[in-house]
């Protein structure tokens, strides 16, 4: 088991940055695969970035890719996602996510991937 809590949000302008943060605790952080995700008001959480546990492979949805990045100290237990160049539209709740990864380089994109989710960090972008 894992337990995630994200911080890191707050209220930004347009153009601006922020970097949120994931702390997991247990031993065994370095054996999951790491997602964000994001939920606009009265949608679906909808898949944003992740990582494996390897820390060498990512992926990233297409309204995200060149302006987000998505990183892991395993040392610390936590993953991270540098938020660059942001847009009124990144307005959200943003959650990361963790799944026991089947191999070191197994990527999760789907919400349905992962079992274990944090409460979610607000983030709102100001135009």
């Known amino acids: 088991q894992v337990q995630l809590v994200e911080s890191g949000g707050g209220l930004v302008q347009a153009g601006g940055s922020l970097r949120l943060s994931c702390a997991a605790s247990?031993?065994?952080?370095?054996?999951?695969?790491m997602g964000w995700f994001r939920q606009h008001p009265g949608k679906e959480r909808d898949f944003v970035a992740a990582?494996?546990?390897?820390?060498?492979?990512?992926y990233y949805a297409d309204s995200v890719k060149g302006r987000f990045t998505i990183s892991r100290d395993n040392g610390k237990n936590t993953v991270y996602l540098q938020m660059n160049s942001l847009k009124p539209e990144d307005t959200a709740v943003y959650y990361c996510?963790?799944?026991?990864?089947?191999?070191?380089?197994?990527?999760?994109?789907?919400?349905?991937?992962?079992?274990?989710w944090g409460q979610g960090t607000q983030v709102t972008v100001s135009s």
């Open positions: 990582i494996n546990s390897g820390a060498d492979s990512s």
């Open positions: 247990g031993r065994t952080f370095s054996t999951y695969a």
């Open positions: 996510a963790a799944v026991r990864g089947l191999y070191s380089g197994a990527l999760y994109i789907g919400r349905s991937d992962y079992d274990h």
